[in-house]
């Protein structure tokens, strides 16, 4: 999760040409268990125990970056890493904003913001895709940022429901950081694929 873009190159670890490693590798094995991850997370949210559910967030984004640095120490690098990787990460990101806001812990206005973000980027790639253009849109530094800010407010929000701890005004600025570099992001992101065509 932290200081990936998205959208990024392929690889789990970086690079634009990942080496064909196979299907099963560790790398892919830890994705693989950080995207099972995702309906556990739901499920202990539902059940109101967002104490669990944070520390399952946790051990994801740790999972994510051990993912990239097995894959790159191993020049396990491959295809399908490349893909299910940014999923996996995209996957949990949506799905805690979401269950966070069906529990009123985090406004739902802002998990429609979030949603909405991803759906105009995929929307976009699809659209240069059909119109015969390389569907690629260079990683921007206020999407990395972006990428930070939600995952920091997602464990924050966690943390704060499941254990009362932190103030309340640090839940509320981070919502207003992740408002803004999401608006910022997602409108450089329409800009650059507009430029593009």
Known sequence: M??????KPAGDGGGDTP??????????AITFARLCAVPGAIWLMLQARLDLA???????GISDGLDGWLARVRN????LGALMDPAADKALLVSVYITLAVLGV????????????DLVIVGGVLVLYMLGLRPFLQPLFISKLNTA?????A???LLQAG??????WALQAGIAVVTATTLASGGLYVVQAARRR
């Open 2 to 7: 932290p200081g990936r873009a998205d959208p």
């Open 19 to 28: 080496p064909d490693a196979g299907l099963f590798t560790l790398p892919n």
């Open 54 to 60: 944070f520390w399952v967030f946790v051990a994801a």
């Open 76 to 79: 396990s690098r491959s295809a």
């Open 106 to 117: 985090l406004p739902d206005w802002l998990a429609i913001l979030v949603v909405f973000r």
């Open 149 to 153: 800010a939600q995952i920091v407010l």
């Open 155 to 157: 464990a924050g929000a």
């Open 163 to 168: 254990y009362g701890l932190g103030p309340a």
